[in-house]
């Protein structure tokens, strides 16, 4: 857990800490109130952040915009058919093969995945260069 102490060797400020094996317990009594200091100490867990939902969806809307790498490369492990392939395709149908041609990802070839561009394609996400965090958020919430 985490927890704020106000550090200030002013002699308005008390500060006591206690230590037990790896706990540690602070406890600050200002007798005077610095307005650019917290007030109170307060401790954050994992539970009371995972009932933070809008800073969860802040973080996640803050990646999809910002993300901590722009592209990820991976090499492809088998032959992958994209578009149309032999199998599916009427050979009748020669209109709809240019329209949707045959694509091979041969074995081994290195793909790169554009991440930055992904999330901001509108095909998938409307406003895509907004920062709207509500997007993250179920109905219910």
């Known amino acids: 857990s985490l927890s704020y102490q106000n550090n200030n060797n002013n002699s308005n400020n008390s500060a ?6 790896d706990t540690s317990t602070t406890t600050t009594t200002p007798c005077h109130h610095d307005s650019t200091k917290p007030r109170a100490i307060n ?3 994992k539970a009371t952040v995972s009932k933070l939902i809008y800073l969860d969806a802040i973080i996640k809307e803050s990646m999809r915009l910002f993300p901590v790498a722009p592209f990820v490369v991976r090499k492809i492990q088998r032959d992958i058919h994209c578009g149309n392939s032999s199998s ?3 050979k009748n149908d020669d209109d709809d093969d240019n329209k949707n041609p045959s694509v091979v990802l041969p074995k081994d070839t290195l793909a790169c995945i554009w991440i930055y561009s992904l999330h901001r394609n509108p095909d ?9 965090p509500e997007r993250w958020l179920d109905n219910n919430n």
């Open 16 to 21: 006591n800490t206690n230590s037990v094996g």
């Open 43 to 45: 401790t954050i867990t």
């Open 124 to 132: 998938i996400w409307p406003n895509p260069n907004r920062f709207d």
């Open 88 to 90: 599916s395709s009427s």
